[in-house]
């Protein structure tokens, strides 16, 4: 199958752009050809707050592409204006194409902090979005729950993987480092909850591996934190099996697929009991949720590590692309 991917994100580092890339990978190896639409392809200008975020505006190359491949299927992944762009082009009224869409970030709850603009006019706009989507797939059961109460249909539970061979125990050695070593993995912006990370009054040592657009405030901030910028592959291995805990301080975000990554180390989560954290930590197994995260990291600290990477094999890439093949919407033409 011919499958077309138009997302606004995908030269980032963040959870969407992993998601999209390790399904990309799965469908490949399934025989699947797929075509991705991102900013890359388009003029951009910056998201305001967000220079990391380019934002495209020559749409009206959109609809050459999509028909020059001529897909089988489409998924639209973002809101942004490459999602307007899909959008618009399935929803015609002299041709309408089914396709799906997904659910990733809470972009309603992030325009009120940044914008003031209400929450409630925020889901208005992300729900007409949607409305025409054959199957929204959403990160997990809570999130099912929470967008069905504001009028979203469609809904399919669309979890999340972690690549084991990627991330594992192997990269654990001995180190110097002040015990215990509380680690927290994040894209550096305000809604993130880092300054419950960074303000933490515990002994041991606080390291930060993440950039963006609030980092430079948090240094300023907290002297006793270690920032070390972005880390890939094998270097943020070793962060992960190196760590005691890891703290994942967002009430804002929709998953968090670096709780996965550190659990998959052997690295218990402390996390608070929201969105996100509730479908990934299994308390006293993998895990620990408390609205205190100094009592959440103290209980995560006597897991055994073993036990912790186990619960991992639950959370498989192939599992999850097996949900967003069953959901593509098969199309005669664009």
Not at 119 to 134: A, E, N, P, Q, T
Not at 139 to 164: C, H, P, Q, Y
Not at 302 to 316: G, H, N, P, Y
Request: with cysteine; charged share 20%.
């Amino acid at each position: 199958m011919k499958i077309t991917i138009v997302t606004d994100t995908w030269d980032n580092v963040n959870g969407v752009v992993t998601t999209l890339r390790a399904t990309v990978q799965e469908l490949e190896i399934r025989g699947h050809v797929v075509q991705i639409i991102h900013p890359g392809l388009f003029k951009v200008f910056t998201m305001p707050k967000y220079p990391e975020i380019q934002l495209s505006w020559n749409l009206w190359k959109f609809s050459e592409l999509l028909t020059n491949f001529n897909p089988d299927a489409i998924h639209i992944a973002t809101e942004g204006p490459l999602g307007l762009a899909a959008r618009w082009h399935c929803t015609k009224k002299n041709r309408p194409i089914p396709h799906s869409t997904s659910y990733h970030t809470k972009f309603p709850e992030y325009m009120k902090i940044h914008f003031g603009i209400p929450v409630s006019i925020g889901y208005w706009g992300i729900r007409l979005f949607h409305k025409f989507s054959r199957s929204v797939l959403v990160t997990s059961i809570s999130m099912e729950k929470e967008l069905s109460a504001r009028g979203f249909s469609n809904l399919v539970v669309w979890n999340r993987g972690v690549d084991s061979t990627s991330f594992n125990p192997s990269c654990r050695c001995s180190n110097v480092a002040t015990k215990p070593i509380m680690l927290c993995v994040s894209r550096a912006s305000y809604e993130k909850g880092l300054d419950d990370f960074c303000s933490l009054d515990i002994p041991g040592t606080k390291i930060l591996v993440g950039d963006g657009p609030y980092l430079s405030e948090l240094k300023l901030k907290y002297s006793d934190v270690i920032f070390t910028g972005y880390k890939h592959g094998h270097r943020l291995c070793h962060y992960y099996a190196n760590a005691d805990v890891f703290v994942f301080p967002s009430k804002s975000d929709t998953f968090g697929v670096v709780m996965l990554e550190s659990i998959a180390c052997g690295t218990p989560v402390a996390a608070y009991p929201v969105t996100g954290p509730i479908d990934v930590v299994i308390s006293g197994v993998n895990g620990e949720l408390h609205d205190d995260l100094k009592i959440a990291i103290e209980r995560a600290l006597r897991l055994d590590r073993t036990t912790v990477e186990e619960s991992s094999r639950f959370f498989t890439w192939t599992t999850c692309t097996d949900v967003f093949e069953r959901n593509l919407v098969r199309i005669t033409h664009c």
